[in-house]
């Protein structure tokens, strides 16, 4: 089913929440008319470079700027002694979780600009500012730095065994925490005693986000006021400035931070890095505006990354294909220093989340985090979810094989029943409402899962392996109860802040302290506006971004602007309509207890010829002359919403594949997604979600990657090497919804921004994994390359002698004995 998009004039007011309407944001974008913040051009701006280190693990001896000092243009060039010297505080921040929650948690120092010792190849020494870019650039080469080069190590596995070279001196061969979830002894007694198990090892591989625009900033300070400016590529502007406040010793309430246009974060434009902090700081000694704009290798090299686990996990099962228990432990790479939610994400975001659709008695998960010579790993989209998603779903698929049970009908006996909602898992969260059998229900519809396996046996008689892979994802988003947070060790309150404005004309301007980046924020809170105050959609424009502007606001990540943001918008338009209900009562000469409110009108009940609409009341409020004694003028509420729990979207997803075993290419003939992300503002917008959050995670299944040498530097550092997937590698995708409201919110939604990252990745190794099953493969490591795969498929007949050799172009032997090649065109 594709949503098709309708013109907002083509919609009736009423009809407003829940249409497709086309986003508005769209024309600026698409014509250039939009301003990124490296659009920005102030007048007298210096411009910033950045020397990184060439190295992933170094002592510093030296830096020798004075060349670079007296290179024509340049203003300045800093290093971690001038920071020190100008008394900034100079470290980077993290946020979560507290030490409280997370004891073992090793808070090992980040400082802006490295402190005698580099741990990443592309971390920060040494920032010039210049009249030009490319001035600063040049003068980078004037710049010499004296390194004592170290061992490297960049995988969990290996930084945590005995001898690994390491990191931080206070960190216990690496150790940056281990931590727990779950019953161990009630999950030891259900392996003890249980009838079947299976287990597995994988990994989740490294990545790199890839937003289109590059990280960047513009910061101007005016020293008569002593207020600085800073515009950046940012997803969370007032968390920004809290931090960078602190990083730099700039006071909170004179440091602006406004996101111009944002062009995509996934993620990595939440945290704090050391570029932005420069920026700031080095206007503020300048006295001038100064300029940053990450080149492309930069951002490879020095964006957080995300994933980073090596898992052993097992399940516990009865004959009857009942799950009993679930064993995790994972390894999981923090990379060189905390970032700013890293901690949070390979605990707190992955371990609760292991329970995954499933009913599971007993749940016992350790994570070890360790530090390792890459860039620090954090939220990237799905953030922990994914992980544990994918692990589940794994499983999902070994279990059902184990027993030689269907898996649809083993994943079908194990789903939380829909009476057995609000769900309290063992691993510490609730989930609020759910209905897992719908949306598998409708996705093997779409797949004709009835005659499935009968087409995959035709298949294979011809030599041609078809395989199905089933994802049925849950996920928390909607971040978070306040309360719960901060029991989850987050060092911050989740709530959202809102502002509906009216002017005295009837528009209303619509403030919240999220910060889309792509997500079309402005069509759909101006459809939640206008739906609660009846007002026609054009009337209501969105402000995001801006902490000058907005009052306060978290931002935007973890699938949580819909849910927190936009429900804090129907509570300050609910206080709205409050107040203009009095003022309507008071003009209509009636008791307020008497007036209703519809479609943007007051009326007296029972005499509906007296009514007043809304937009006159606006005007009436700013009049003042004719309002209830003691009112303040003005149309305007404010909301802090704080929500009771988490949401937890879910949904189905399969992948129809075909393999070839003799190149181990993979072919899509069919992807199919159905989600159930509750009541849906927009549905054309949540079906964009899905599609980019779909591509992202066949990404991950069978093209990304970030891959270290030995010496931990990074090889796929460009486009060239980092294969993020072009729009002739995604399948067309098939999509439909359900709809389970969430109790928990006034809009009755859950998220959908990570929805389709968090279900594709496995849905398209369990396809590969069931047509591969003739060669005795149970699954290929991610990224799924043809390589990769050939291999798989070839490795059995190598073992064996079998029949392939390695350069023949010939599949191996089919266990059953089929000729893998025969028909297969194994010649081509
Ligand atoms: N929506 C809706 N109905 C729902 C849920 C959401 O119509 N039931 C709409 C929302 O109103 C919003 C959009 O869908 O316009 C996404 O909403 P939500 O799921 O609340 O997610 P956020 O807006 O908080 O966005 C964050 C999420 C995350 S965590 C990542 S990562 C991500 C993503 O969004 N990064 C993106 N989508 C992205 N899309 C783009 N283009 N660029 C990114 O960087």
Redesign the pocket.
Known sequence: MTVDSVDPDDVDAADILGSAIERREDPALVTGDAEYTDDIQLPNTAHMAILRSQYAHADIEDVDTSEAEEMEGVLGVYTHDDLAREDTPGELPFLVPTAWLLPSLNAVDHPILADGRVRYQGEAIAAVVAEERYLAHDALDGIDVDYERRDAVTTPGDALASGAAELHGDADRNVAFDWEIGDESKTDDAFESAANTVEIDLENQLLIPN?MEPRAAVADYSPGTDELDVFMTTQNPHVHRLLMSGVIGHPEHKLRIKAPEVG????SKIHHYADEALVAWASKHLERPVKWTATRSETYLTDAQGRGHETHAELAVSDDGDIEGLRVDTKANLGAYLSTFAPAVPTYLYGTLLSGQYDIPAIHCSVDGAFTNVPPVDAY?GAGRPEASFLVERLMRLGAKELGMDPVEFRRRNFVEPDQFPYETQVAVVYDSGDYEKPMETALDMVDYDSFRERQEQAREEGRYLGIGFSCYIEA??LAPSELAGQLGAQAGLWESSVVRFHPSGTVTAFCG?S??????G???AQIVANELGIPYDDVEVVEGDTDEIPHGMG????????VG?SSLVKSAEKVVDKAKEIAAHQLEADPEDVEFEDGKFRVSGAPDRNIGIQTIAQEAYLGHDTPEGMEPGLEATSFYDPDNFVFPFGTHVAIVEVDPDSGEIEFEQYVAVDD???????K??EG?IH??VAQGIGQALYEGAEYDDNGSLVTGSMQDYAVPKAEHIPEMETDSTVTPSPHNPLG??????AGTIAAPQAVVNAVADALEPFGVEGVEMPMTAERVWEAANAQATADGSGNASNSGDAGEPRDGRDAAADSGGEN
């Open positions: 937003a995509g974060g996934f993620g989209r988003c909607g999220t889309g980046h792509g997500q079309g924020h069509t759909t809170y935007t990540y973890g699938s949580r602007s819909a849910a936009g992300v509750g009541n849906q503002i927009n549905p917008i949540v979600q980019g959050g939604v859950k998220g959908v921004g990570e």
